[in-house]
């Protein structure tokens, strides 16, 4: 006979920890492996699918704060625990871990239920008696020196790493880019995030749109775009009857705004050379009302399919999906407008996407910034004199940023930069690019150059 799991058992045995260990389970999972943390949590939550919406938003909180604080959790933890070898030291870390993020930044979780359910869920997980005492005397070790010594001193005696959990490699690189503004955009990277929609204008009216949204939930709307509202959740909405009529699409409002810094022209003849998921592809086509020729590359054949799905459920005529990279692309004729939003590092979306924090690194920095900038010179050959080509990305790397606009300027000097400010609001931009940083708005970082090639 198969020998149930940890969950299977405790689903039959004593279902009010369930939530509990099914964070903990992803936690784990998350440890020991490189699968990204979303991966992670729709697998695991698909599986136990009858949790209540209650149990979910718990699970999503533990798992998320844990994964966000645990270069600081592990400062806090370290006197009291010295990790094991494996193979028990992926879910050690993982219980400790979890239960010190309820017990020491969840205000709603009682101290005592922190501790015992955590110390319950290792006798399921762990088995050894030995190491549940272990579990029940770091953990209770840890309560008493944080009552002693309070969590928030603590941190803000330790380096800015520990302070706001992040790798080291990471802190200098940011503070080599930001300088005095780096604490404060670490801190920024921490909050919970704001989700982004955009309101499909060729399908609803803002009246309307805004009249269903407050029907559903608390919004605010982004003040530099009226199509472009954020809420606390997405996951409700995007199972709406609204999402599926194509109403709305899901979109950050600063990745908006590189489309405002495109300023497409519905006569135009524009291409999306990195276009999956299709925020942009899409947001291209209902600026231009549908008007404009719009060719959307995608090489991946699954991202291509969710894309032309995306596409159709818009309701969006005007774009033609292509499975093919920008290098590979030959079209007929060449384009007005070249977007090319490129593969990057994400740092800027560290809110919604704490792991990314772990599975980043200075050497896939330096890989990605090779790539953009063969995609840069691809791109450049695939405008028309005279045409935009967009640069963006969702990232605070300079190498990935500036850094590469530099670069382009310097080895294609028929293009130049004209200056974002004359497309946006100046406190979007910063040295002619739309720059927007997470501790001035409550969104994801965004990047963008314009840059004109000349007319003959």
Request: overall charge positive; charged content about 20%.
């Amino acid at each position: 006979m198969q020998q149930l799991t940890p969950l299977q058992q405790l689903l039959h045995t004593d279902a009010s920890l369930l939530p509990r260990a099914v964070a903990v389970e992803i936690v784990q999972q998350f440890l020991s492996s490189a699968h990204p943390l979303d991966t992670l949590l729709h697998r695991v939550l698909r599986q136990w699918h009858h949790l209540s919406q209650q149990d979910r938003d718990f699970v999503t909180e533990v798992v998320y704060g844990t994964i966000r604080w645990k270069r600081s959790l592990a400062f806090l933890l370290r006197p009291f625990y010295q990790p094991p070898k494996a193979p028990y030291r992926a879910t050690l870390d993982a219980l400790l871990l979890s239960g010190a993020y309820q017990l020491l930044f969840l205000d709603a979780v009682p101290a005592y239920a922190a501790i015992d359910t955590t110390v319950e869920l290792s006798k399921w997980f762990l088995r050894k008696s030995a190491r549940v005492k272990l579990v029940n005397a770091v953990l209770r070790n840890l309560q008493r020196s944080c009552a002693d010594t309070p969590v928030a001193v603590q941190l803000a005696r330790a380096p800015l790493d520990i302070r706001y959990s992040f790798p080291p490699w990471l802190v200098r690189q940011l503070q080599s880019y930001y300088g005095d503004e780096t604490e404060a955009l670490l801190r920024s990277l921490n909050d919970r995030p704001l989700f982004g929609i955009r309101r499909n204008a060729l399908k609803i009216d803002k009246s309307s749109f805004e009249q269903w949204l407050g029907e559903q939930t608390a919004f605010r709307q982004w003040q530099y775009d009226d199509r472009c509202y954020q809420v606390a959740s997405v996951f409700a909405l995007q199972q709406s009857e609204a999402y599926r009529a194509g109403w709305f699409s899901l979109q950050d409002p600063a990745a908006a705004m590189v489309i405002h810094v495109a300023a497409p022209d519905a006569s135009r003849h524009i291409l999306d050379c990195c276009a999956a998921p299709g925020g942009k592809t899409t947001f291209l086509a209902e600026w231009t009302k549908g008007a404009a020729s719009i060719v959307a590359l995608e090489p991946d054949p699954r991202r291509a399919a969710q894309l032309r799905a995306n596409v159709q459920r818009l309701g969006i005529r005007s774009v033609a999906v292509q499975t093919t990279t920008v290098e590979a692309h030959r079209p007929g004729e060449q384009y007005d407008l070249v977007l090319a939003d490129v593969p990057c590092s994400d740092l800027g979306t560290i809110r919604k996407h704490p792991d990314i924090k772990w599975r980043k690194s200075a050497k896939q920095i330096a890989t990605l910034q090779r790539q953009q900038r063969r995609i840069l010179a691809a791109a450049a050959d695939l405008l028309k004199p005279g045409g935009v080509l967009i640069y963006s990305t969702c990232t605070l790397s300079a190498a990935e940023n500036e850094e590469n606009i530099a670069w382009f300027l310097h080895h294609f000097p028929d293009f130049h930069l004209e200056p974002a400010e004359a497309f946006l609001p100046s406190e979007l931009c910063r040295d002619g690019y739309l720059k927007i940083l997470p501790h001035q708005f409550p969104t994801d970082a965004a990047f963008a150059a314009r840059l004109r090639k000349a007319a003959s």
